[in-house]
């Protein structure tokens, strides 16, 4: 009697566990979708064609060696690693973009932290190779504007292809990623080029 009960407690236990940590996810996530096609798409001279599953996220603030503590990072990654592996297989989105802070202390951390904390991201956030991955650069990344170095700028830039402003055409519609830390127009180096940039992709 007592294995029969402990048998259905560790079942029980386990079925949990399961559902808490995996089925959860696509419980919630399922009851999302993508919008509704309108039927007046032709009318607009657009057709299927044109319709772009895009994915936005945002702040995913991984926590680095300086504050974070070890089970909540776990914890955190885990969840993340989760919701996100759960949307991109029930939806399947062509492009997803990163809008910055996906470093929680990215302008505090050593070259090999930094090295560290792009792989953990490139892991926690992998997709099929048909999906397109883009990241803008958040404060959290490479710091605040005054506290913006070359070097932070430089090493963040060449991790991600991120740099402070471009151009990028999917389907026909246009996305501007701009680095928001170089818009305090007062002609440092990063904003100085920045804006001359912008003046560029606006005559195109």
């Not at 294995?3 to 407690?9: G, S």
């Not at 509704?36 to 772009?52: A, D, K, M, T, Y």
């Not at 090493?155 to 246009?174: C, G, P, T, W």
Request: glycine share 4%.
């Amino acid at each position: 009697m007592v294995k029969k009960r402990l048998f259905h407690f560790v079942l029980y236990a386990a079925v949990l566990v399961l559902f808490c940590e995996y089925g959860i996810y696509y419980v919630v996530i399922f009851q999302c979708s993508w919008p509704e096609v309108p039927s007046s798409i032709g009318e607009h001279n657009l057709s299927r064609r044109h319709l772009l599953k895009t994915m936005f996220i945002a702040d995913t603030h991984l926590l680095g060696p300086v504050h974070g503590h070890w089970f909540d990072k776990l914890r955190r990654e885990w969840q993340m690693y989760r919701s996100f592996k759960t949307a991109i297989e029930l939806f399947n989105p062509e492009v997803v973009f990163f809008l910055g802070d996906i470093f929680d202390e990215g302008q505090l951390v050593s070259a090999p932290s930094f090295n560290d904390y792009t792989s953990r991201f490139h892991s926690l956030f992998s997709v099929p190779i048909s999906t397109r991955v883009y990241v803008v650069v958040g404060n959290h990344d490479i710091g605040f504007h005054y506290r913006i170095t070359p070097l932070l700028v430089n090493r963040f830039e060449n991790a991600f292809n991120a740099s402070a402003v471009r151009r990028i055409r999917l389907k026909d519609i246009n996305f501007i990623l701009i680095n928001s830390m170089a818009m305090e127009g007062d002609d440092c180096f990063l904003c100085k080029a920045a804006v001359k940039k912008i003046h560029q992709i606006s005559e195109f």
